[in-house]
Structure formats: structure tokens, C-alpha cells
């Protein structure tokens, strides 16, 4: 099974740039890596997805090493409506199917200080 | 940028009650997904649908779950006996493209269904 490893909290001021990495040791070849943000009560949002070396689009850039074995969210210039919980997702097997589906780690929660 | 809507926003019901969580994907969207989010924790897989059929179901989607795309458009979470544990936050989702390990996934703003 694919699994991811983040820092369960990060804290940061306005202004700042934000890393947070993630653990994906056991990832599949065909693995994408998808990042999410999620606010209270809303659902998920996707950021950005990649799968090899670095991906930017107007929100963040993700950085994936060579052995795919680990990739890092960099948000630039963070502020107060960052505070969210990071998701980072790999692919993931269904049990009782041996099919795939988008699993959900604990994610990284960001607290941005003013 | 377009949008899943979920109906109603919050739901209330008595343990052993029958609710139906509603769902509007994205229009031009083939695939369909329920995940749920207990206080505090995770957001959980529950199912995945596509032409008509459950393509993946995790664990918690048992016999008291079912899904159906009743018309063109809407797409529903029927939970047959509520029990405490049943709640949560359900979230709906949908995506173009088949697998969704590579691909970009909608979510809506969720359903918070509270079981007394």
C-alpha cells in the first residue's frame, strides 16, 4: 500500500514561504502525487499534482526529486487565508477490490500567524 | 471555476431514520465519488461510480449505503438506517477521467449529517 508521511502541524508569519514535505516511500510507478487544502467545514481543494521533478501554477510549485520517493508543497508568500490543512496523496489500493482510489492521509496542518 | 453543489447543508435525523444525501456534479463529469470526514479526523473513501455502477467501495460502504444517479444530473448518498456513528461530514466529488490517482477531483462543500 502507497503510503504518505507529513508533518502533522507547521507554523508560519505572512509574508513567509512554506515547505511541507511528504514521506511516500512505497510509491507505484504509474503513482501521480496530488496535493490538497482543506478548510474548515468545505471540502477539499485540489493544488497541485505532479509526477516528476517540478510543477508550478499560480498557487504553489511541487518539487519531486528523482526517486519519487518523497515531494515538497512550497507555497510562496503565505498569508492568513492559508491557514488550511495540506493534504499530499499518492495512489492507493481498495482491499476488498484490489482497485484504486484517492486515500486521504492526516495531512499537515498550517496555522499563518500575522 | 465550476462547482459540485450538495444538498441540503445540514441534515439532521434520529438513529434508525433513512436520509439521502444529494449531490450535483460537474456536468461534463463521468465519474462520481462519496467520501465522509468524522470530526477530527480523516476524510475517508466511501465509494466510487461510474456508468451506472459502483467501480471501487471501501469498507465503511456497506450494506446500509447505496448510490444512484436517478437522472442526468444528480447523483445520491442513501444511508437505509442511521446509526450515531453514521456522523459526519459526506463530501461528494467528481472528476473527468477515470482514475483519480491522476486526476483532479471536485469536491463539494459537503452534507454534515448529524444521527440523535
Known amino acids: 500500500l502507497a503510503k504518505t508521511t507529513q508533518p502533522i502541524s507547521m507554523d508560519s508569519y505572512e509574508g513567509q514561504e512554506v515547505n511541507i514535505t511528504c514521506s511516500h516511500n512505497?510509491?507505484?510507478?504509474?503513482?501521480?502525487i496530488t496535493w490538497y487544502q482543506q478548510f474548515p467545514s468545505q471540502g477539499p481543494r485540489f493544488i497541485i499534482q505532479g509526477y516528476k521533478t517540478k510543477v508550478t501554477n499560480e498557487v504553489a510549485s511541487l518539487f519531486i526529486p528523482a526517486d519519487r520517493k518523497s515531494s515538497t508543497l512550497s507555497l510562496p508568500r503565505v498569508s492568513l487565508s492559508d491557514t488550511a490543512v495540506y493534504y499530499c496523496l499518492v495512489g492507493d489500493r481498495i482491499l476488498d477490490m484490489g482497485r484504486r482510489a484517492l486515500t486521504f492521509g492526516s495531512g499537515t496542518r498550517l496555522q499563518v500567524q500575522p | 471555476e465550476p462547482e459540485v453543489t450538495q444538498t441540503p447543508s445540514h441534515q439532521v435525523t434520529q438513529m434508525g431514520q433513512e436520509v439521502i444525501l444529494r449531490c450535483v456534479p460537474i456536468?461534463?463529469?463521468?465519474?462520481f465519488y462519496w467520501y465522509r470526514q468524522i470530526l477530527g479526523q480523516k476524510v475517508e473513501f466511501l465509494v466510487s461510480f461510474y456508468n451506472n455502477e459502483i467501480s471501487e467501495k471501501s469498507e465503511i460502504f456497506d450494506d446500509q449505503f447505496s448510490v444512484e444517479r436517478p437522472d442526468g444530473s444528480n447523483f445520491t448518498l442513501k444511508i437505509r438506517s442511521t446509526k450515531l456513528e453514521d456522523s459526519a461530514m459526506y463530501f461528494c466529488a467528481s472528476s473527468a477521467y477515470r482514475d483519480p490517482t491522476n486526476e483532479k477531483l471536485f469536491f463539494g462543500s459537503g452534507t454534515q449529517l448529524s444521527v440523535l
Open positions: 456536468s461534463n463529469h463521468l465519474y
Open positions: 512505497n510509491i507505484a510507478t504509474n503513482d501521480y
